[in-house]
């Protein structure tokens, strides 16, 4: 469904995080009303029996007009995922103890979803990255196709395993030389995943409607290496330096692949973005401030 057609709703998919307390219980109520208008809804194959309603695989989310999110932060993630390219709007319901991408709290589920069921919804692109790993060879050759190929909605990152040396990344912005990371680690995040793993190493936070990446580093061996902000259209590539072993990508949190020497990370906007169904009644420095403890008193 197209970010400006939200009439219209005869499908929706539910992902729910069931170990969250009240999830069953909501969702029943939020299906309650679906199956009062004849919407078909159903969910995760593996929670059909405990949520006691018909359970799906990827391609009917991906062909849903709709998909309920109720959970934390990784529950978005992981429904973003289930969609893979497909522009289904995500309404998300926070259940969990922090985060970012659930605008609207458990009271406001049913309000939020008839809303929803009317049209009455403002729904927001969000970037995607577009994840992309060739085997690379000591020589400078590189594989013509990519052995794994993902999207993220918050972040990618390369870092050392536990046992695993400092990494170093050879890094290139539009095929442009730009630094030879020693560190941890690197992330690469989408303007979503500035308020999460970035954040943590001293990433920038940007505004979620920003058309941008930023690029941090973990733990950098030298200070002159900073976070860097660059454009949406840019393309980055990562190319990893031999005398590291376990070095890992990690994307999202929620899926990885391990690395070799000379292997290259290439990281660019993907085509189709995540849509978010908004709260007009939250802004994101009201979700900033509430999630991050940020007083507004006067001194």
């Known amino acids: 469904m197209r970010a400006d057609d939200v009439s219209g709703i005869r499908r929706v998919g539910f992902v729910v995080n069931v170990q969250k307390g009240r999830s069953a219980e909501l969702t029943a109520s939020l299906t309650a009303i679906l199956r009062k208008r004849g919407i078909e809804f ?16 990827a391609d009917s989310f991906q062909s849903a007009d709709l998909c309920v999110v109720l ?11 289930i969609l893979g390219n497909s522009e ?24 939020a979803l008839d809303s929803a069921l009317t049209g009455d919804i403002e729904v927001t692109p969000r970037l995607r990255l577009r994840v992309r790993v060739f085997s690379g060879f000591e020589d400078e050759r590189v594989s013509p196709e990519p052995r794994y ?30 630094t030879c990371y020693r560190a941890d680690g690197v992330i690469i995040s989408s ?49 990893l330096l031999p005398g590291s072993s376990e070095v890992i990508l990690s994307i999202d949190g929620q899926q990885s692949c391990p690395l070799e020497a000379f292997d290259r990370i290439r990281i660019e906007a993907a085509a189709t973005r995540t849509l978010i ?22 001194r």
């Open 88 to 111: 289904v709007p995500l309404l998300g319901i926070h259940l969990g103890s922090l985060g970012f991408l659930m605008e609207n709290m458990a009271d406001e589920a049913k309000a």
């Open 277 to 298: 169904v908004r709260n007009r009644n939250v802004d994101f420095f009201s979700i900033l401030r509430s999630r991050l403890g940020w007083g507004g008193g006067r």
């Open 191 to 239: 303007p979503t995943g500035s308020t999460g793993y970035s954040l943590s190493a001293g990433g920038p936070i940007l505004a979620p409607s920003l058309d941008a990446i930023a690029v941090t580093p973990i733990c950098p061996h030298t200070l002159a290496q900073r976070p860097l902000v660059i454009p949406g259209g840019s393309h980055i590539e990562l190319t």
């Open 42 to 57: 159903f969910c995760e194959a593996e929670n059909a029996e405990m949520l006691g309603m018909p359970g799906a695989g």
């Open 149 to 178: 190929d993902v999207l993220a909605l918050n972040e990618a990152t390369v870092s050392r395993g536990l046992l695993s040396r400092i990494i170093e990344l050879k890094t290139c912005i539009d095929g442009f030389p730009v």
């Open 71 to 81: 959970g934390g932060d990784g529950t978005m993630l992981r429904a973003s995922r």
